[in-house]
C-alpha cells in the first residue's frame, strides 16, 4: 500500500489498490468500503470505511472521511479523521479538520484547518496514571 522512502516522497503501489475511481469519474454520494479504495477523479460526499483511502494528486474531494488510514496528493476539502495514520504528501491541499493518532505532512502541503492527535484506536490500555505525589499508590 502506501510506504515512505527515504527520500521523503510517498509512493503508492496502485495495483496493490482493490477499487480505483479513475480520472474522468464524477461521484456523488456515500462511499463505504473495508479494503482499499483510489480516487482519482471528482467525490463529494460522505466517506464512511475501515479501509484505506488514496486520493490521486488531480483528485478533488469534498467530503467529511473516516478511514482507517487516509494517504493525499489531491485536493480535501471537508473533515478528516482516521482510526490509524494520515499522510498528506508535498502536493495535498486540505482544507478542514484532522484527527489522527499518526500524521505526515510533508513540506509543500497545503493545510489550512485544526489538528487533534488521538491515541491509535487499537492501543493498549492506558496506564493507571500516578498519584500526584509522586509515591506508589499505597496497597
Known amino acids: 500500500m502506501a510506504k515512505q522512502p527515504e527520500s ?10 482493490v477499487t480505483v475511481l479513475a480520472d474522468d469519474i464524477i461521484f456523488k454520494g456515500t462511499l463505504s468500503f ?3 479504495l483510489m480516487i482519482k477523479g471528482t467525490f463529494e460526499g460522505e466517506i464512511d470505511a475501515t479501509g484505506e483511502l488514496v486520493i490521486g494528486d488531480k483528485a478533488v ?3 467529511n472521511i473516516k478511514s482507517d488510514t487516509i494517504v493525499c496528493y489531491g485536493r480535501i476539502e471537508g473533515n478528516v479523521e482516521a482510526k ?4 498528506f504528501a508535498r ?3 486540505i482544507s478542514g479538520d484532522i ?3 499518526d500524521l505526515v505532512i510533508q513540506s509543500g502541503c497545503r493545510f489550512n484547518g485544526n489538528c487533534t492527535m488521538t491515541t491509535a484506536s487499537a492501543a493498549a490500555p492506558a496506564a493507571t496514571p500516578a498519584p500526584a505525589s509522586g509515591l506508589p499508590p499505597k496497597k
Open 61 to 63: 474531494v469534498k467530503a
Open 8 to 17: 521523503d516522497a510517498v509512493t503508492i503501489d496502485e495495483k496493490s489498490i
Open 34 to 36: 473495508k479494503t482499499s
Open 99 to 101: 484527527k489522527t493518532p
Open 91 to 93: 502536493s495535498s491541499q
Open 84 to 87: 490509524k495514520s494520515i499522510i
